[in-house]
């Protein structure tokens, strides 16, 4: 049987203040540090409860338990894929396998961008470009808070949290700047990474 491991906060991939000028420090090391810390805290102690209630046949707390692994996993994996999709070297425009797959399924790079950048304005939570396995196509995901609008079996490939902890500090109610200033740190060799990853124990 295989031995599930405790969740842990990642270190970020690069220095807090790498992505300057587009996401200060400041935003960089609260939003790791203490709000993805909660997620990893939130889930860890969720599933303990879940563990106790199991061992001791009490289910009363089970239900809002479950939430909570849903709510803090979901926040736990999409802000460690977030900081990997970004680097202090990124930006431009994908190419390759991905951005032929973009083109594909979105008719262009800039449908694609235009409905991403669309999601990202309308989400109260995450704009998601995810690779749907049962239709075998890329697709834009829009989800509130971590979870709700998310589609079944699909892997998300790009992650950008528009909570409002993700920007208000450095751009104010301005969420359009941030939008913009996320696509100068895009990493595409690692979306590319987690497309082919994904893309290749489906198709
Ligand atoms: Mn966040």
């Not at 470009?129 to 995901?141: M, T």
């Not at 993700?166 to 109610?173: F, L």
């Amino acid at each position: 049987m295989a031995e599930h491991s405790n969740p842990e906060l990642p270190p970020l991939p690069y220095d807090y203040t790498a992505l300057e000028p587009h996401i200060s420090g400041q935003v960089l090391t609260w939003h790791h540090d203490t709000h993805h810390q909660g997620y990893v805290n939130g889930l860890e102690s969720a599933e303990e409860e879940l563990a106790e209630n199991r061992a001791s046949g009490d289910f009363s707390t089970t239900g809002g338990a479950l939430a909570n692994v849903t709510h803090n996993g979901c926040g736990h994996y999409l802000h460690t894929l977030f900081w990997e999709n970004m680097s202090p070297d990124g930006g431009g425009t994908p190419d390759g396998e991905l951005a032929a797959r973009i083109e594909s399924d979105f008719g262009s790079y800039e449908g694609w961008e235009g409905e991403f950048q669309a999601a990202a304005s309308a989400a109260s939570g995450w704009a998601l470009l995810v690779y749907d396995p049962v239709a075998k196509q890329l697709r834009n995901v829009k989800v509130d808070r971590h979870d709700q609008g998310a589609l079944w079996g699909a892997h998300p490939v790009l992650a950008l949290d528009v909570w409002e902890h993700s920007y208000y500090y450095d751009y104010g109610p301005d969420r359009g700047s941030f939008i913009d200033a996320f696509f100068e740190v895009i990493d595409w060799n690692n979306v590319a990474e987690q497309y082919t990853q994904v893309v290749s124990s489906y198709e």
